[in-house]
């Protein structure tokens, strides 16, 4: 159980392009999605948290205009990076938990995109 | 907010050696300890986790203690594996918020 799908795996693309980035629970329904970015060799940071029905929630110095999050259903969080940037290039992955269980639940992730801007 | 500090930050132990990895925390708030296993290119995956009215938790070769009264919380791994080689990331969070502060990752080599 508690099972993240994250796609698309991998994207390569050029600068200035706009990416898409999904990301869903398949057998749980997740009150609350959370978007991170991984550079090589380091720990993931949190970049916002998602909770259905409402706006994301950036953390300090991700740029909301920039990294675009929709969580428009219980299963299901969009991460949008708009104008995408060479800087921009890295390891986005997604995770997603449930409180419907209560108190704090575990937070099971997404295999992770990969995106390299060119 | 929480800070989670964690070392070391690279360990190589012979394999059937234990291997012991430690965190402190600085939110006394904080309640819930997960641990994340994550091989290269892969997803963290969760392998044990603990919250804050049990000082101990045991699953196979895994255990994780916690000591709330000086915030630490260790993952102990017994009878290394090469397969056992990756990165773990602790982490902590409380009950009133839902974000997971991660810990700075260690590297942990099993050798044959």
């Known amino acids: 159980g508690a099972v993240v799908s994250q796609h698309p795996s991998w994207v390569i693309c050029k600068s200035g392009t706009s990416v898409k980035i999904e990301c869903r629970s398949l057998?749980?329904?997740?009150?609350?999605m959370f978007w991170y970015r991984q550079f090589p060799k380091q720990s993931l940071m949190l970049m916002a948290t998602s909770n259905e029905g409402s706006k994301a929630t950036y953390e300090q110095g991700v740029e909301k205009d920039k990294f675009l999050i929709n969580h428009a259903s219980l299963t299901l969080s969009t991460l949008t990076v708009t104008s995408a940037h060479p800087e921009d290039s890295s390891f986005y992955i997604c995770?997603?938990?449930?409180?419907?269980?209560?108190?704090?639940?575990?937070?099971?992730f997404g295999d992770g995109t990969r995106l390299s801007i060119l | 907010g929480e800070n989670v500090e964690q070392h070391p930050s690279t360990l190589s132990v012979q394999e059937g050696d234990s291997a012991v990895i430690k965190c402190t925390y600085s939110?006394?708030?904080?309640?819930?300890f997960p641990w994340y296993k994550q091989e290269l290119g892969k997803r963290p995956q969760l392998i044990i986790d603990i919250r804050s009215n049990v000082g101990e938790k045991k699953d196979q070769r895994i255990a994780v203690t916690l000591n709330k009264t000086a915030k630490h919380f260790s993952l102990h791994i017994t009878e290394t594996q090469p397969e056992d080689s990756a990165v773990y990331f602790c982490a902590a969070t409380s009950y009133n918020t839902d974000k997971l502060i991660f810990g700075t990752g260690t590297r942990l080599q099993v050798f044959p």
């Open positions: 057998d749980f329904q997740a009150t609350t």
């Open positions: 995770s997603a938990s449930s409180r419907q269980l209560g108190g704090n639940q575990p937070q099971h």
């Open positions: 939110d006394s708030a904080s309640n819930y």
